[in-house]
Nanobody, 124 residues
Framework: QMQVEESGGGSVQAGDSLTLSCLSS????????VGWFRQYPGKEHEAVAVLSLGSGRTDYLDSVERRFTISRGDAEKAVYLQMTDLRVDDTAMYYC?????????????????WGQGTQVTVSS
């Protein structure tokens, strides 16, 4: 079993920046991908950014590319989502998830373990 925990959410103004952190623990051997997803009320999770741990490849939702950056920290099991130029429509619950499958995709069903989420609220 593994555990995934997010932190770093909060309330900010439009145009501000925020960095989310994701820490994995437990049985992480064989983990290939880490993704950040967000969920609007009543909607399905949508992938925001995905990192392939082996190749370093990153993929982004079109609307966040050039504003958000997913990266791995010095601690191997930490992954970050740096969000800049935040917009009101970035307001959502953000989740970190991990996948033991290849290739890394942006499909939520390919991810195995999920955190509890951290709320990001952007006001105008």
């Amino acid at each position: 079993q593994m555990q995934v925990e997010e932190s770093g959410g909060g309330s900010v103004q439009a145009g501000d920046s925020l960095t989310l952190s994701c820490l994995s623990s437990g049985a992480t051997v064989g983990m290939h991908c880490v993704g950040w997803f967000r969920q609007y009320p009543g909607k399905e999770h949508e992938a925001v950014a995905v990192l392939s741990l082996g190749s370093g490849r990153t993929d982004y939702l079109d609307s966040v590319e050039r504003r958000f950056t997913i990266s791995r920290g010095d601690a191997e099991k930490a992954v970050y989502l740096q969000m800049t130029d935040l917009r009101v429509d970035d307001t959502a619950m953000y989740y970190c998830a991990t996948s033991f499958s290849l290739p890394c995709t942006m499909r939520r069903h390919d991810f195995d373990y999920w955190g509890q989420g951290t709320q990001v609220t952007v006001s105008s």
